[in-house]
């Protein structure tokens, strides 16, 4: 028996209550410890392991009365926690922590003689559980600048001709807009009035329906009709620039006598404009001989005009992924609480987000998110896991929740062992990319970043795997929001809260701001407008980035393929990596290309004892893997739901994922 140094034997357990960042080491045992169960179970939503308590207990009189201090000084958000040691016969120090738990306040019971109370683990996961849909506001002041570069877009104009009085040729026609989103905020077509000019003045006229901002082919196509009255001749509609060159007719009309003729003409015609040249409408005469004055008139008609604009240049601000993970944290937490993410800050700083408000450059934009949709976001794309390990909220790739390399403890031989597929990690359908967006555009077809659905080789398992992202990432919505509403100061578009990735380049411009990155990255890409970005984080980007767990989820289909079934915008783009990887976004996707998996598709469950001051080892290292035999053959399994006794050691039931270490046809017997 361990004594001090008076002689005096020391008690087997110490019991230590930690209130007001005191630890007070309890005279009298709570009643009820030795019926506490830690259970270690992992998390289906976020993938890391957490831990739970059963069974409440009673803290007697020392104990009940630093309970009731805080309980009524602070109600049920009083603080206080439990550390139960055991004592190590050999150093003669409490050096096996049995369990550490929370007090959770929220089931006070208080009585005459003592406090009754349950334990929890109350990290960071209980505020997220509490506050996972609460939508909340930052400031983007902090941010980090983003310079949206010009990007080439798909423009329309539609025009119609204003009737006018019955005239001579030689005059341009009035034409009206009735409908031009001006992509790009320097507009490229306008309307025009009615003006005569028999010589007109091309190099100096401002009477041009187009003024292209780059070289672009326009297309103009419709109709057009009214009378030819007067002289024989040829009467023509033309496009002609400020040299005065004709470039095309959209009506041409020959007529013979003095009797007035109608005329009705389609048009389908391209012009290859040129920047910094103005294109007219124009209506003349060649006369084929003398007589009456000629005269036309234009009683109606229309123009669609289709044609490339480029998007100005423009500074907005956006967070790095571990910025804003950290923002989300401390506004749960009510303060400070310390993060880890190797994941966001080293392997996705380039990952940026940012909001409706930061990209139209309102004056102290905000971003608004809730957890829910950063983390449904930021796993989508990323393949993460989240948990709050040793008290640090912790985001990390999904790898670092399935640790084949890392042992956590062996259990020797087990009792009752019993395998089965592991359906709820299964899908037959997956649905990945990000929500689909309505864009009111020609160019909306060339989107694609949008949602991409496939279908796996498991039928008997009718679930959907959903990687869609809440955040959007099409560089098109991107444009369309930030020059169509650029700085303009309302609360009624429905892209303001909407919030953004931006997959920036690593290194800065000279002004310091981050530009996104684009094709450069690439050895090539086909299917897409210059000047795209976000590709790195395109729908199948983000499915094969998903391709451990996927592997591990159909790793007895390695023969087989996910095949693509449908898309809701475009999927013509591929992608030719720096590495020569090839990614085409409508191709199916052979099984063995997605990696090695993270673990099998199998749950054994069994019963075994495991020495108490092995909490400590699970509460280190719970992403671990766990050695375990049956029949004398060894196994090794991640954890899913394991309980532990720690007063008494008694035999519990373990449920484990098996490593891809095990080779499953030692089952067979």
């Known amino acids: 028996m361990a004594t001090n140094i008076k002689g005096i034997a020391l008690p087997t357990l110490q019991f230590i209550l930690t209130t007001a960042g005191n630890d007070y080491i309890l005279v009298n045992a709570p009643k009820g410890w030795d019926k506490i169960l830690v259970t270690q179970q992992r998390d289906q939503e976020y993938y890391a392991v957490k831990r739970t308590y059963s069974v409440p207990i009673d803290f007697l009189l020392d104990g009940a009365y630093l309970l009731r201090e805080q309980y009524y000084n602070y109600g049920v958000q009083a603080t206080a926690r439990l550390t139960i040691k055991q004592l190590n016969p050999t150093t003669q120090q409490y050096d096996y922590i049995i369990t550490v738990g929370d007090i959770d306040f929220s089931q006070y019971k208080n009585s005459e003689n003592f406090v009754n109370v349950n334990l929890m683990d109350s990290g960071i996961e209980s505020k997220i559980k509490a506050y996972k849909d609460v939508t909340y506001e930052f ?27 019955e005239s001579e040729p030689n005059y341009f026609p009035q034409l009206n807009i009735v409908n031009n989103p001006n992509l790009s905020i320097t507009p490229s077509s306008k309307a025009t009035v009615f003006e005569a000019e028999d010589t007109p003045d091309w190099a100096n006229s401002v009477n041009n329906f187009f003024a292209p901002q780059l070289n672009t082919t326009l297309r103009l196509k419709g109709y057009v009709q009214g009378i030819i009255g007067g002289r024989s001749g040829t009467y023509a509609i033309e496009i002609r620039d400020n040299l005065g060159t004709g470039l095309a007719n959209l009506m041409v009309k020959a007529k013979v006598g003095t009797s007035a003729e109608a005329f009705y003409q389609d048009f389908d015609v391209t012009i290859n404009a040129v920047a910094g040249r103005r294109y007219f409408t124009y209506i003349t005469y060649y006369n084929d001989g003398a007589g009456f004055t000629p005269l036309i008139t234009v009683s109606q008609g229309q123009i669609m005009a289709t044609y490339n604009t480029i998007s100005p240049s423009t500074v ?5 992924p571990k910025q804003l993970f950290d923002k989300l944290i401390e506004k749960m937490n009510g303060g400070v609480y310390p993060i880890a993410s190797n994941h966001l800050e080293i392997t996705w700083p380039q990952l940026c987000i940012t909001s409706g408000d930061a990209i139209r450059r309102i004056e102290n934009p905000k971003l608004k998110t809730s957890w829910n949709d950063f983390w449904q976001s930021i796993n989508s794309v990323t393949n ?3 948990g709050s390990i040793n008290g640090v909220a912790t985001l990390e790739a999904k790898s670092q929740a399935f640790k084949r390399t890392l042992p956590i403890f062996s259990v020797g031989e087990v009792k009752d062992f019993e395998d089965s597929p592991y359906t709820e990690i299964m899908a037959s359908k997956i649905q990945v990319g990000y929500e689909d967006v309505d864009l009111d555009t020609t160019g909306g077809r060339t989107v694609f970043n949008a949602k991409q659905e496939y279908t796996t080789p498991l039928t008997r398992v009718q679930k959907t795997l959903d990687l869609i992202s809440k955040y959007g990432a099409s560089d098109l919505e991107i444009e369309l929001l930030r020059v169509q509403l650029d700085g303009r100061d309302s609360t009624d578009n429905s892209g303001d809260n909407k919030c953004f990735f931006i997959y920036v380049k690593s290194e800065p411009e000279m002004s310091g701001a981050y530009q996104p990155e684009g094709e450069e990255a690439f050895d090539s890409v086909t299917g897409l407008n210059a000047g795209s970005y976000n590709l790195k984080i395109s729908p199948k980007q983000n499915l094969y980035r998903w391709g451990d767990y996927l592997a591990g989820m159909l790793e007895r289909q390695m023969g087989g393929r996910i095949f693509f079934a449908s898309a809701t915008k475009d999927v013509s783009l591929v992608t030719v990596d720096l590495n020569g990887r090839r990614i085409a976004e409508s191709e199916n996707v052979n099984i063995q290309s997605l990696g090695l998996p993270l673990f099998l598709p199998y749950i054994a469950n069994f019963k075994c004892k495991i020495p108490p001051n092995q909490l400590l080892a699970v509460q280190n290292t719970p992403n671990g893997y766990i050695d375990f035999t049956w029949q004398g053959v060894p196994y090794r399994g991640f954890i899913q739901s394991i309980g532990i006794d720690p007063a008494h050691n008694s035999e519990q039931e373990f449920t484990v994922l098996l490593t891809p270490d095990n080779n499953l046809f030692d089952l067979i017997r």
């Open 139 to 165: 400031s983007m002041e902090d941010g980090i600048d983003i310079e949206l570069t010009p990007l080439i877009l798909e423009e329309q104009a539609d025009f119609i001709f204003i009737q006018a009085l």
């Open 384 to 386: 993460a896991m989240f």
């Open 316 to 320: 907005s601000k956006a967070f790095r």
